[in-house]
């Protein structure tokens, strides 16, 4: 790190979207850094296989997916920086970005956060993650092979994770709040065609059962109030993501579920920061959508650096 410097563009965030951004504004000329907690991907890192990403015709594991748009937009001259921001000072100028590893500034910020797994909010649901309580079936589901378990939520995550886990698991039993999925068409049919796949419909669980780790969960039926106790393994939650946008709260409007709001132009409520991919206010969150973003991003940067906007 140069003490003092400037950069044309931080990124915070090395998933697709903060990658892309990345690519764009190292192939523009701009000075440009990524700041990343773990390492390149984000949630796309944790995901077993990407069959909708154009391009790759048998499909593509997403850790690999990460590691080329990282080495990509390295290859144009973007840094990477493995830090946990702290703190950031998106009015000033230039903008501060405080780090476990230093103090950052730039021009332009490109807020590339994402979204996290959200969680149910049950008792012991922290204290049994990792002893049977999971939030990716493409990480963890491996431990759970000729086991049983519960995949919880009715979404396209929850609709994956049940035919991944399937593919492991002895039994899977899908406990969804509603009597239909909500998850595209694409995978009714072979979860419903799937010999080890149960539903548990109109259902929640409302605890979880365990000594040192899980060996069950409690279910209540929303409509008739009556519960059961399922004996599993795991259980998976599946119910939907929440924005990573603790850092920004109170400096970028955000929506009512903490989006930051932020259309296809990807301009905040600040000028010179842009918001990319998942962690934005947008109809589909995919890979291709964050990338987009990415991209964009860049476009509407440059015009600011110029003092077109
Ligand atoms: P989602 O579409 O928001 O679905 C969340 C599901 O969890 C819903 O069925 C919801 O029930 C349920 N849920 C939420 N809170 C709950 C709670 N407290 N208790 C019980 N159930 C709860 O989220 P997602 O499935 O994670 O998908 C997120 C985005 O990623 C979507 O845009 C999705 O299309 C995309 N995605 C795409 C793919 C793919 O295309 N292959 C794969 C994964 C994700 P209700 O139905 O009652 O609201």
């Not at 949630?43 to 594991?61: H, K, R, S, V």
Request: aromatic share 6%; hydrophobic share 40%; with cysteine.
């Amino acid at each position: 790190m140069r003490e003092g410097h400037i950069y044309d563009m931080i990124v915070v965030g090395g998933g697709p979207g903060g990658y892309t951004a990345a690519l764009y504004a190292a192939r523009a000329g701009l000075d440009t850094l990524v700041l990343e907690k773990l390492s390149a991907g984000g949630q796309m890192a944790l995901t077993e296989e990407i069959d909708n990403y154009p391009g790759f015709e048998d499909g593509i594991d997403g850790f690999t997916l990460a590691e080329k748009m990282q080495q990509q937009a390295e290859r144009f001259g973007a840094k990477s920086e493995y830090a946990q921001v702290e703190r950031m000072d998106l009015t000033a100028a230039p903008k501060v970005l405080e780090t476990s590893e230093g103090t950052f500034y730039a021009k332009t910020v490109a807020v590339a956060t994402g979204a996290n797994p959200r969680e149910l909010g049950l008792a012991n649901e922290a204290a049994l993650t990792g002893r049977g309580v999971a939030y990716c079936a493409a990480c963890d589901g491996i431990r759970y092979k000729d086991k049983t378990v519960v995949v919880v939520g009715g979404g396209n995550s929850a609709a994956a994770d049940a035919m991944l886990l399937s593919r492991i698991a002895k039994k899977v039993i899908l406990v969804h709040r509603r009597d239909t999925l909500r998850a595209t068409k694409i995978y009714h049919e072979p979860l419903m065609q799937a010999e080890n796949i149960e539903f548990r419909w109109n259902s929640t669980v409302t605890e979880l059962l365990h000594t040192d780790k899980l060996t069950g969960v409690r279910l209540k039926d929303v409509n008739t109030g009556m519960e059961a106790i399922l004996s599993c393994d795991g259980v998976f939650i599946s119910v939907g993501r929440k924005p990573a946008t603790e850092l920004v709260q109170g400096q970028l409007e955000l929506d009512r579920s903490g989006y930051i709001i932020a259309d296809e132009t990807t301009r905040t409520n600040l000028p010179g920061v842009y918001a990319v991919g998942d962690v934005r206010t947008k109809m589909l969150r995919q890979v291709v959508t964050a990338v987009a973003d990415g991209a964009a991003a860049v476009h509407m940067a440059e015009e600011y650096l110029a003092g077109a906007v």
